[in-house]
T-cell receptor, first 112, second 111 residues
Framework: QKEVEQDPGPLSVPEGAIVSLNCTYS??????FMWYRQYSRKGPELLMY????GNKEDGRFTAQVDKSSKYISLFIRDSQPSDSATYLC????????????FGKGTTLSVSS | DGGITQSPKYLFRKEGQNVTLSCEQN?????MYWYRQDPGQGLRLIYY???????QKGDIAEGYSVSREKKESFPLTVTSAQKNPTAFYLC??????????FGQGTRLTVV
């Protein structure tokens, strides 16, 4: 079992839809959970991060972490064509000297 | 403006040739990282460095080498021992536990 699992999609939705992106993980030591957005042929940009469990909201984006289920989610409300990108989840333990472990990314397409 | 600069954007390598990818940051971040991205594979860690003159191997270090002589710079050399180097290479930096910044990547192709 890989440490981080993410469905690669592709996921296609109409403009205005609510999008749910998810990752599961196996390492219970993970404490930092991030979501990155990557446009084609560009470097990833950090969207949101969460420490330990709970929810975090930023505009149209909500990140959720359920450590009991080892499951994290990113919700996008009122999706826009400009949200079309690959979304990568990443996580790491609360331990100095460690690097992020990434999921494979989910490709999202929002049509107008 | 602060950020991470990777160069070149596109790089072509002949069989048996070593090539070096540049990564420079002016964010005063302590840690720097190199990832490789292949279609459908996500980001895989090659090397990372927490401080100057120190670095650690990631999951796929074979065929690669790095140096960290300055805080701002973390070049990656793809050696001839790397048999399948065609990929998108990404450099990142962080201060603390969050890897907040990535460069725009270098696309390496073997010709």
């Amino acid at each position: 079992q890989k440490e981080v699992e993410q469905d690669p999609g592709p996921l296609s939705v109409p403009e205005g839809a609510i999008v749910s992106l998810n990752c599961t993980y196996s390492n219970s030591a993970f404490q930092y959970f991030m979501w990155y957005r990557q446009y084609s042929r560009k470097g990833p940009e950090l969207l949101m991060y969460t420490y330990s469990s709970g929810n975090k909201e930023d505009g149209r984006f909500t990140a959720q972490v359920d450590k009991s289920s080892k499951y994290i989610s990113l919700f996008i409300r009122d999706s826009q064509p400009s949200d079309s990108a690959t979304y990568l989840c990443a996580m790491k333990p609360n331990q100095a000297g460690t690097a992020l472990i990434f999921g494979k990314g989910t490709t999202l397409s929002v049509s107008s | 403006d602060g950020g991470i600069t990777q160069s070149p954007k596109y790089l072509f390598r002949k069989e048996g040739q070593n090539v070096t990818l540049s990564c420079e940051q002016n964010l005063n971040h302590d840690a720097m990282y190199w990832y490789r991205q292949d279609p459908g594979q996500g980001l895989r860690l090659i090397y990372y460095s927490q401080i100057v003159n120190d670095f650690q191997k990631g999951d796929i270090a074979e065929g690669y080498s790095v140096s960290r002589e300055k805080k701002e710079s973390f070049p990656l050399t793809v050696t001839s021992a790397q048999k399948n180097p065609t990929a998108f290479y990404l450099c990142a930096s962080s201060k603390g536990q969050i890897e907040a910044f990535f460069g725009q990547g270098t696309r390496l192709t073997v010709v």
